[in-house]
């Protein structure tokens, strides 16, 4: 006998998963199906004999290690469709089938069961806003103005106006679910999806509210208060919980807030220090000198020591950036020193560094 390539056969990989050999079966099957106008009977059974061996893991790893020819991998009952527990194509008899939900169907399936419902979110969205690189490094607000749809203000979202009361969902019966019944070859399956009229309420209002026209949402401009963080660094994004877009019977989505943070002409960022760059001059460096910078919020007193290198750092405790998750806590400050040559000396500080220089320095 001939063997058989069952994964040819499905159209997949033999690396695929069981959920890929579960989808490529059904596709398949709902095409080649023999009570379908242009079904193929043995093309059908075929598929289903592929899917019998492969959907069972102990079969299936016979399969790829002996090929089609080991014990048990022929069809089994004439071809039946085994892998749903022992239905038989000719137990369709001549039902007519919505092929068109198959997809929705054994997406339900593979998802987790049917009728199951998942709470109704609001679209998330995003902006970006500029700060300085102060503003970055001790925290600021900012006050911006965006469109959106939003939960209406006059009936606080119930989509009732105002001193009206809700009565009774007449499409759900007050349940919130409608219940649907979806023929396919596996059978009839009832689905279960919430009710578009009351959003899953189970009650509408009396009286719709003149400003949403009972929906319960608007679309409206709207001014949102931005907390930007000290600390924050150049990118991040800040998440505003639930004030996103609103939806009607769910929970609004979330705002995401990208910051830019403009740079320094002075300092620069390395984690949570600040970094600058300070000139010194050559009798300073070899005298020692106090100096002081300015920093982004005051003067920071420098002690240089005298014998200093051109490219040194002086750390300043305590100066820097603050922690985002630490309070009260804060980087330190960095100064790299530069040494600036004389490009010109007159003949008296000539005569000093020939001096310098006979004494080997």
Not at 60 to 74: H, S
Not at 238 to 260: C, F, H, W
Request: aromatic share 6%.
């Amino acid at each position: 006998m001939a063997t058989k390539n069952y994964y040819d056969v499905l159209g997949i990989d033999k690396s695929a998963s069981k959920e890929d050999i579960k989808k490529a079966f059904y596709k398949l099957a709902s095409k080649y199906h023999p009570d379908k106008k242009g079904g193929d009977e043995a093309k059908f059974k075929e598929i289903n004999e592929a899917y019998q061996i492969l959907s069972d893991e102990k079969k299936r790893k016979e399969y790829d290690t002996y090929g089609q020819t080991f014990n048990g991998a022929g069809p089994q009952g004439g071809g039946g469709f085994g892998g749903f527990g022992g239905f038989n194509a000719s137990d369709f008899g001549n039902m007519e089938f919505d092929f068109g939900d198959l997809g929705d169907i054994f997406g339900d399936m593979f998802g987790g069961g049917f009728g199951a419902q998942r709470q109704k979110r609001g679209r998330d969205i995003s902006l970006e806003i500029d700060v300085t690189f102060t503003e970055a490094i001790f925290g600021t607000e900012r006050n911006v103005l965006i469109s959106k749809v939003s939960t209406c203000k006059v009936c606080t979202g119930t989509g009732a106006k105002p001193g009206s009361k809700k009565i009774t969902c007449t499409i759900c019966n007050g349940q919130g679910k409608v219940h649907d019944v979806k023929k396919t070859i596996m059978g009839n399956f009832q689905t279960v999806r919430t009710c578009e009229v009351c959003h899953g309420s189970g009650q509408v209002p009396e009286e719709k509210c003149n400003e949403c026209r009972g929906n319960g949402v608007v679309n409206a401009r709207e001014e949102i208060n931005i907390t930007v963080p000290a600390g924050i660094s150049n990118g991040e994004m800040i998440r505003m919980s639930q004030m996103g877009e609103a939806v009607p019977g769910g929970t609004p989505g979330d705002l995401y807030v990208k910051i830019n943070v403009q740079s320094h002409k002075i300092w620069k960022r390395e984690g949570n220090d600040l970094v600058t760059t300070h000139e010194i001059k050559l009798t300073d460096a070899l005298l020692g000198v106090k100096h002081s910078v300015e920093g982004l919020d005051g003067k920071i007193d420098i002690e240089v020591p005298a014998g200093v290198q051109s490219g040194e750092i002086l750390r300043v405790r305590g100066r820097g950036v603050p922690h985002v998750h630490e309070k009260n806590k804060r980087g330190d400050v960095l100064v790299k020193l530069t040494i600036a040559m004389p490009k010109k000396l007159s003949k008296k500080a000539m005569s000093y560094i020939e001096g310098l220089q006979q004494e080997g320095l």
